[in-house]
């Protein structure tokens, strides 16, 4: 990767204003989406299946027209514009490698096609042409030294592993030095542990070549990992844009409070009652200055993060108050090395924790825990948006 | 166990039922006239290689060759880029009536060739192009173009959407996606139509008997067919068999070449590959 200091990028934001897809008659996969990429950022389009999110990628490659709104790149609307001419570069879940050109060929043709305009030009312009061919050469062996595929130039697809197709999917992405990248889901079809690494390595290609990069995920640890912004959808919405620290610690709703993270939040409803929150078998205290504590006798959800739910009796960082605990059963333990998830039956209501552990619960048994009322969520009942 | 056996027996019946022809007529080939009819079944008492070059000369095969070839080899150089643009449209994009063109193509499969031998004879004169060689290849390409169109599109709806999109963003239109990735991609479908295409085609007998009338103009099944005729009293068999063979070998070179190609493709998509 050493080299990629030397690829300097033509900048341009993604601005999507108004923008509506409605495939048929009434299937809306992208419902009044308004939403600005900055200039060479990493934004990270996450939503379960069906959200909207490939949709809207597709949208600004051109691959599929809006119903209705703008989208701008740069200061262009381009709507109208084909996607040949969007300066684009995308990479495909599948990779679309060419199966029929070698390595090589899959990542100089872009740069041919545009660089070298028609057979009927060369001829015409033959010492221009080779002096474009030569430039079309060394890029091609710029950009597959950076990728560490130099050895692999004349192979065919078939003839790689996963991992090195994702490359050279990548490399004909970047050897055009596009406006701006994007990428559908590149990661799912790698293995665990190759996940993680390209992750890794496409966040340092970013932070290198600093071009505009719009990451499509249903994987919210990969949102997390990657993004300097994260854009959550559900249904065609965008739900919330934000850091993903924002996204994690105040999510705008419950959708996005369940969506990010792992083990999901915990949702009880329950009632709003002189300071505590009344969940049926249990109260709980409210967090002081909080605005919920106004809604005297509204319904509200209750989220809790497996991680702020401790075990009472050890190392718990939080002072333990009969507003703050309450007993409960363990009824399953999963051991996962760097931290214990308990599965807890608090007097009929299920909740999932997230332990230390040193922690000597063992499932089967009953023992009392702590929350940390400051890291507690709430939301409207019916509306589902969080009150802060 | 007994029914594995039957099947054997069927298929070895069948195959002798194919086979005893062709050898015959091989054999037969090498025959003076009266030998054909005086030791049917046996072999030639000294094999008569005049009889090839007889019919190549003096029966004027190599005339009617090389109009074979010329109609065949032309018909499938407009065929295949004609029906292959037609195939990858109907195979990727939908429009307003697409399902309807794409039947009235297939629909031209339906048809029996000797049902339009009228109305095409009165076409094609009207428009000059009767006892021509290009009307002959205009009239072929229509005429195979329902199962090209049909083959092809098949093979075009396996490549994946991907693959275009990938295309387009790289700088292609769409002329330059089809020729420089869909195309090449459909290769293996486009050499079996072109096989299948080129046999049919160089067997072809009704549609240029009713378009073609001069000598010179005449295919090898024609050819053929007008030496039968033309000798039909003083036949002498071992020249018209060595004709026979003649036709045959071009179509049986084809398919011996590309077999395994065929044979490939006709399996593909029965095993997920």
């Known amino acids: ?388 | 166990m007994r029914r594995a056996l039957g099947a054997g027996l069927g298929l070895a019946l069948y195959a002798l039922v194919v086979l005893v022809p062709l050898v015959w007529v091989l054999v037969g080939s090498l025959k003076t006239g009266s030998e054909v009819f005086s030791n049917p079944w046996g072999l030639p008492a000294s094999p008569q290689w005049q009889n090839y070059a007889d019919a190549w000369s003096q029966a004027g095969i190599s005339r009617y060759f090389l109009n074979s070839v010329v109609a065949t080899v032309g018909t499938l150089l407009v065929l295949i880029p004609i029906g292959a643009m037609a195939a990858y449209v109907f195979a990727k994009y939908t429009f307003w009536g697409s399902k309807g063109l794409f039947g009235m193509f297939l629909a031209g499969m339906m048809f029996p060739n000797f049902l339009v031998a009228v109305p095409l004879f009165l076409l094609m004169s009207e428009f000059g192009l009767l006892d021509t060689m290009i009307g002959l290849v205009l009239v072929y390409v229509s005429y195979s173009l329902s199962f090209t169109v049909f083959v092809l599109t098949g093979f075009f709806q396996r490549l994946p959407n991907e693959l275009m999109e990938a295309a387009m963003l790289d700088g292609c239109g769409h002329g330059r996606t089809f020729w420089r990735v869909m195309f090449p991609l459909a290769r293996p479908g486009v050499l079996v139509v072109a096989v299948f295409n080129a046999i049919g085609l160089w067997n072809e007998y009704p549609l240029a008997l009713v378009l073609l009338s001069r000598d010179e103009n005449r295919t090898l099944p024609l050819g053929l067919a007008d030496v039968v005729l033309r000798t039909e009293y003083q036949a002498n068999w071992g020249t018209l068999f060595a004709g026979l063979v003649i036709v045959m070998l071009p179509v049986m070179a084809v398919y011996w070449v590309f077999k395994d190609k065929i044979h490939e493709v006709m399996l593909a998509g029965a095993v997920k590959g």
């Open chain 1, 1 to 388: 990767m050493r080299d990629s200091a030397r690829i300097s990028a033509k900048l341009a934001a993604v601005r999507f204003q108004g923008i509506t897809k409605v495939f048929g008659k009434d299937v809306k996969a992208v419902d009044n989406l308004t939403l600005e990429v900055k200039d060479g950022e990493f934004m990270v389009l996450v939503g379960p299946s069906g959200c909207g999110k490939t949709t809207a990628l597709r949208m600004i490659a051109g691959l599929e027209e809006s119903t209705e709104g703008d989208l701008f790149i740069g200061e262009t609307r381009v709507n109208d514009v084909p996607p040949k001419d969007r300066d684009i570069a995308m990479v495909f879940q599948n990779y679309a490698l060419y199966p029929h050109m070698t390595v090589y060929d899959n990542i100089a043709f872009g740069l041919k096609l545009r660089e070298l305009k028609g057979f009927f030009w060369q001829v015409t312009h033959f010492t221009e042409a080779k002096a474009k061919r030569k430039e079309i050469d060394d890029r091609v062996h710029e950009v597959a030294r950076m990728l560490a595929i130099d050895q692999l130039l004349h192979r065919r697809p078939k003839e790689l592993s996963g991992g090195q197709r994702q490359r050279v999917a990548l490399g004909r992405a970047i050897a055009r030095k596009p406006r701006v990248f994007l990428m559908d889901e590149p990661l799912s079809n790698l293995d665990a542990k190759l996940r993680i690494q390209t992750r890794a390595e496409l966040i340092r290609l970013h932070r290198d070549l600093g071009v505009t990069t719009i990451y499509v995920t249903h994987d919210q640890v990969e949102a997390m990992t990657m993004g300097q912004r994260i854009a959550v959808m559900h249904n065609g919405l965008l739900q919330q844009c934000d850091p993903p620290e924002t996204v994690y610690n105040q999510p705008a709703n419950r959708f996005v409070a369940g969506f990010i993270g792992s083990p999901p939040m915990n949702f009880v409803d329950g009632t709003v009652s002189n300071g505590h929150i009344d969940l049926g078998p249990l109260k709980i205290g409210l967090p002081a200055g909080h605005p919920v504590r106004e809604r005297q006798g509204g319904q509200v959800t209750l989220g809790i993060r497996p991680e702020a739910i401790y075990d009472a009796g050890a190392k718990c960082p939080v002072a333990v108050t009969p507003d703050n605990s309450f007993d409960a059963q363990v009824d399953v333990l999963e051991k996962l090395g760097p931290e214990d998830t308990a599965y807890l039956d608090a007097r009929g209501l299920s909740l999932t924790a997230s332990l230390d552990p040193a922690t000597r619960i063992h499932a089967g048994e009953s023992a009392k825990f702590a929350l940390d009322l400051d890291k507690l969520h709430f939301f409207d009942k019916q509306t589902e948006v969080a009150i802060r």
